[in-house]
């Protein structure tokens, strides 16, 4: 099983504010889902990940990762009222175009996986994932559940938590291999 990637769909909004009205992006993720050769509506009933960020020019920032296990799919649960919540307090502190990637959950045969009851705990430990590197690129992004160890702890040269103190003068030579090891 393997997650897949689509988008990035752009987001409606009106007055800066994400619209509840998103009928643009659901036909863009339908003919996605032609395209590919799913069934037209397979990708939005799709479980899996998603991301919400903002595009400036070439450059894409997130600012919430979420899952879906819900029997209507990612349609059902991106554009909940608490989430607009979220999507809207960026949009009205930041720039740019709001972005909805979605990353349905594969079968080995490339189907969209249906198989909501075994396939949660690789969902949840996705999601943790992505947000670990949606943080690293962006230590403001929305997300509250599951992050107090990604936002406190630091391992120097690797990965700093937010609430922690960033490093101070010049690196340790370990430091500085490590980051070349991890890619930091």
């Keep these: 099983m393997y997650f897949d990637m689509y988008g990035p769909f752009d987001v409606a909004r009106a007055n800066r504010r994400v619209s509840g009205d998103q009928s643009a992006l659901w036909q863009d993720v339908r003919e996605a889902s032609v395209k590919y050769e799913y069934e037209k509506n397979g990708l939005e009933r799709a479980i899996g990940c998603y991301a919400f960020g903002l595009c400036n020019g070439q450059s894409y920032k997130p600012w919430y990762v979420g899952m879906t296990m819900a029997q209507t799919g990612f349609r059902g649960e991106i554009f909940q009222d608490h989430k607009l919540k979220h999507y809207n307090e960026v949009m009205a502190e930041h720039q740019g175009t709001p972005v909805m990637f979605l990353m349905p959950l594969l079968t080995p045969e490339g189907w969209f996986c249906r198989d909501r009851v075994t396939t949660k ?64």
């Design 121 to 184: 705990p690789l969902i949840q430990w996705t999601e943790k994932m992505l947000f670990g590197v949606a943080f690293q690129r962006n230590p403001r992004c929305r997300n509250q559940r599951d992050t107090k160890f990604l936002r406190n702890v630091t391992v120097r040269g690797v990965f700093a938590g937010s609430e922690t103190e960033g490093e101070t003068g010049r690196p340790a030579p370990s430091v500085i291999s490590a980051r070349n090891m991890f890619g930091t």
